[in-house]
């Protein structure tokens, strides 16, 4: 599986976007970006994932550059309940996910 | 509601001893999943499933061993063998793996606390 490089940690003011980074450089053609995130002491949520093509959810949106070299993932209106690590990974169809140490996103109001 | 149960939430034990993690999912999953995560770290994969009664090393299986006889349960054994057992937890879950969509589901967790 390609290996991530995340920032280690990220601001955001309460209610603008927030936008967290991922360079996936060595992504091969057939591996897809997830993101979950671990709110602290919980189990990590999914969120959101895509090949080539931008993706939106209720949750969040993620964008791929074209040469899927790297990925941002997108929310819109950071609340407080926003705060927590934010783990980029890239997988095989199938494959292991391995977790990283992420980017730890603190929403200050 | 469906999910993803684990318990306990916190669980002490004493040097030496074995101890059992619990693991129940309501989903209909086939494969299930156990992770350590120790502090300021990512999760490390230490046993999963893909089917009832088979089950694989992780990369920190060493002083583990799983179970796989339902397929809604997956407990996990921290054995006497495992040098640094405490840490925290988790358990997942996901559909038939092989599958594009089949993102995992996680419990609560289990810290766990060796005295």
């Known amino acids: 599986d390609a290996k991530t490089t995340q920032p280690t940690s990220m601001d955001c003011a309460e209610g603008r976007a927030a936008n967290l980074p991922c360079n996936h450089s060595t992504i091969s053609g057939n591996e897809y970006v997830y993101w979950y995130r671990q709110i602290h002491s919980q189990g990590p949520q999914y969120i959101i994932h895509?090949?080539?093509n931008n993706e939106t959810n209720e949750m969040a949106s993620l964008i791929i550059t074209e040469d899927r070299k790297s990925s941002t993932l997108i929310l819109p209106h950071a609340t407080l309940r926003d705060t927590a690590v934010y783990y980029c990974i890239v997988r095989y169809q199938g494959g292991k996910l391995i977790f990283g140490q992420g980017t730890e996103l603190s929403v200050k109001p | 509601d469906g999910g993803i149960t684990q318990s306990p939430k916190y669980l002490f034990r004493k040097e030496g001893q074995n101890v059992t993690l619990s693991c129940e999912q309501n989903?209909?999953?086939?494969?299930m999943y156990w992770y350590r995560q120790d502090p300021g770290q990512g999760l490390r994969l230490i046993y999963y499933?893909?089917?009832?009664?088979?089950?694989q090393k992780g990369d920190i299986a060493e002083g583990y061993s799983v179970s796989r006889e339902k397929k809604e349960s997956f407990p996990l054994t921290v054995t006497s063998a495992q040098k640094n057992p405490t840490a925290f937890y988790l358990c997942a879950s996901s559909g038939l793996a092989g599958g594009e969509h089949n993102e995992q589901f996680f419990g609560p967790g289990t810290r766990l606390t060796v005295l």
């Open positions: 499933s893909q089917i009832v009664n088979d089950f």
């Open positions: 895509g090949l080539k």
């Open positions: 989903l209909n999953h086939d494969a």
